[in-house]
């Protein structure tokens, strides 16, 4: 009997754990995670921290799943070095243990290198439950949070300060929030629902150091010598693959297609895989899916792990925003755009190549036709032959809509409804398996959580 062992218990995980149990019943499955819990719903952290969700409702699969699986889960087990000449990885307190196939899926940590007093109590990177949990204990005091960086932790954590009341300050280094994603009419958007939830946001803001009171973070110190208290600090500007178990040559891990390694039945699943954009739970579901599916041996089944388009499908300050591949265009740089006028907080932006190729996509406020730009721009469709009801839906405000959609609450899923669609029927996200219904809004359908 093959032994599968996993490292990490996020999504990819998890995942790829479901998998080889579907296709190889009578594997042995051991995952180690050195968290205290086990696979929760990381998008739903902030309405964790914010009061709205209870610990419980985070968990993303019940306690008896583990046992149903027959899937041996260790938490609190921290894996030191991964051996691959002797298919054995050496725990922190000692213990090894042998695989036949092995799937790495860690995830990525804070790289705060250059910002002195990063390592302080009371300094976060809102990427677990145990973090999150710091920033819940802060409701209904007046408690200070500063947060900086650009990235999705780092917005997430702005939103549940700022529905819990909290004196919230917010440290962006450019003069746009995410630039590498979000043009200008898209980050203005951002700027409203941040000014409007009384958010402030500091542009142009050189994070130098996290001053210290009384053993513990006390204020964020900026090049300019400004300083901001803070009870709370929320270090959330730069992530790194975890890969310190691996024997990873300088260079960084090399990863294949197939999310293969240079050695033998290990692979890699997840925010693990460095040179894409972090923090994309459907990625990371897919991925995991993959390399169990390529650890079963089911080579026929196995898709390339790792997609040829970059997609960011969120929820930014409670907005819906799908990016989709190239959204940010240089000034006389080749692409063209084909945009809408902004109306309200509702904007979509389509970027084609020289030649007329799609590339890319952007849709705020609005995203039910993601699923079909995301195909679109993979196949490499050209102007001419997007489907002429998918371009008057995206630019013509008075259209019917032909392509319906919700947004999954937990994996952003962009999720296609049925033409007949009604308020009430209840949906299941084909990705993570939440239950949801939906419920009537300004934008048609929105979607309410099942119990």
């Known amino acids: 009997m093959s032994r599968y062992l996993i490292i990490g218990g996020g999504v990819a995980g998890t995942r790829a754990a479901q998998t080889i149990r579907a296709n190889v019943p009578a594997a042995e499955i051991i995952m180690v995670s050195r968290e205290d819990h086990p696979f929760y719903r990381r998008p739903q952290l902030g309405e964790y921290a914010a009061g709205r969700l209870a610990e419980a409702a985070l968990m993303a699969r019940n306690p008896s799943f583990w046992e149903e699986k027959r899937i041996d889960l260790r938490l609190n087990t921290e894996v030191v070095a991964v051996e691959p000449s002797a298919s054995m990885v050496r725990m922190l307190d000692g213990s090894t243990l042998e695989y036949d196939h092995l799937i790495v899926a860690t995830g990525r940590e804070p ?56 004196d919230i300050t917010y440290l962006v280094a450019g003069e746009r929030i995410l630039p590498g994603v979000l043009d200008e009419d898209a980050s ?21 150091s996290i001053e210290k009171k009384a053993g513990r973070a006390a204020a964020v110190k ?73 650890a079963c041996g089911a080579q026929d089944s196995v898709r390339s792990g790792r997609s040829s388009v970059h997609v960011l499908n969120c929820q930014l300050m409670g907005l819906s925003v799908v990016a989709i591949g190239q959204t940010v265009v240089p000034y006389r740089s080749g692409p063209s755009e ?7 907080e509702f904007y979509k932006k389509l970027v084609f190549a020289p030649d007329d190729r799609l590339i890319g996509a952007i849709l705020v406020g609005n995203v039910a036709e993601a699923g ?6 993979g196949i490499g469709s050209s102007r001419s032959d997007l489907d002429p009801a998918l371009m008057k ?26 033409p007949d669609a009604q308020v009430g029927d209840r949906v299941t996200c084909p990705i993570c398996g939440v239950d949801f219904e939906l419920v009537e809004d300004a934008q048609g359908f929105g979607v309410q959580m099942v119990e």
């Open 222 to 294: 900026l090049s300019s010598g400004q300083v901001y208290p803070a009870d709370l600090v929320g270090a959330c500007a730069a992530y790194r693959p975890v890969t310190a178990a691996l024997p990873v040559a300088e260079g960084g891990l090399r990863v294949a297609e197939d999310l293969s390694t240079p050695w033998p039945h290990v692979w890699v699943a997840g925010d693990v895989v460095g040179d894409e954009p972090p923090f994309n739970w459907l990625r990371a579901w897919r991925q995991g899916e993959s390399v169990g599916l390529a």
């Open 372 to 377: 079909e730009l995301e195909e679109a721009v």
């Open 338 to 344: 084909v945009r809408t006028e902004v109306i309200g």
């Open 393 to 418: 839906q995206l630019f013509e405000p008075t259209y019917r809509p032909r392509f319906i959609g919700v947004q999954c609450p937990v994996c952003r899923h962009e999720i296609q409804l049925e």
């Open 111 to 166: 790289n705060c290198e250059g910002v002195d007093g990063s390592d302080l109590p009371g300094v976060i990177s809102f990427q677990t439950l145990q973090e999150a949990a710091q920033l819940r204990v802060l409701q209904g005091g007046d408690g200070r949070v500063v947060v900086y960086g650009d990235s999705l932790p780092a917005l997430q954590m702005v939103q549940a300060a700022a529905t819990s009341g909290l």
């Open 188 to 208: 203005q958007i951002l700027d409203g629902r941040l000014h409007a939830a009384g958010v402030k946001v500091v542009k142009g803001a050189d994070v130098r």
